[in-house]
């Protein structure tokens, strides 16, 4: 009984670990992007013909892959942007994506003011 439950829990955690590295961040495909500052409130909308938009487009493209499972209550902190069914909130070093898979986390070296200049 004690290999059974040991096999089972292999099992799931080699199970989370396939689903990570499928995990591929998408790109805005030309939807409005929404960008609120969590802390102060702020709300800012992105059309696909503003610049900060295209630096964040840009920032996705290079970042679609090498992002683990997230595991734990996202912080209330940071800046969320979000377009279509994903989102990403930045968060000092570390940026959380949310999308219909799951939360993801990857750690960044960007700093989000510089793509929403």
Same mark, same amino acid.
Not at 84 to 113: C, H, M, W
């Given at each position: 009984m004690r290999r059974l439950t040991l096999s089972v829990a292999l099992? *799931? !955690? %080699? *199970?989370? #670990? #396939?689903?990570? $590295?499928d995990f591929s !961040? $998408?790109?805005p495909s030309g939807e409005p992007?929404? &960008?609120s500052d969590i802390s102060i409130h702020s709300v800012h909308d992105f059309a696909p013909a503003d610049a900060p938009? $295209?630096?964040i487009a840009d920032w996705v493209a290079a970042n679609r892959t090498g992002w %683990?499972?997230? %595991?734990g209550t996202p912080p209330s902190s *940071?800046?969320?942007i979000s377009y279509g069914n994903e989102s990403l909130q930045f &968060?000092?070093?570390? &940026? !959380?994506a949310r999308a219909p898979a799951g939360i993801y986390e990857k750690a960044t070296s960007v700093n989000v003011e &510089? !793509?929403?200049?």
């Amino acid at each position: 009984m004690r290999r059974l439950t040991l096999s089972v829990a292999l099992l *799931g !955690l %080699s *199970g989370l #670990a #396939a689903c990570s $590295q499928d995990f591929s !961040l $998408q790109p805005p495909s030309g939807e409005p992007m929404t &960008v609120s500052d969590i802390s102060i409130h702020s709300v800012h909308d992105f059309a696909p013909a503003d610049a900060p938009y $295209q630096r964040i487009a840009d920032w996705v493209a290079a970042n679609r892959t090498g992002w %683990s499972q997230y %595991s734990g209550t996202p912080p209330s902190s *940071g800046t969320m942007i979000s377009y279509g069914n994903e989102s990403l909130q930045f &968060v000092d070093k570390q &940026v !959380l994506a949310r999308a219909p898979a799951g939360i993801y986390e990857k750690a960044t070296s960007v700093n989000v003011e &510089v !793509l929403l200049r």
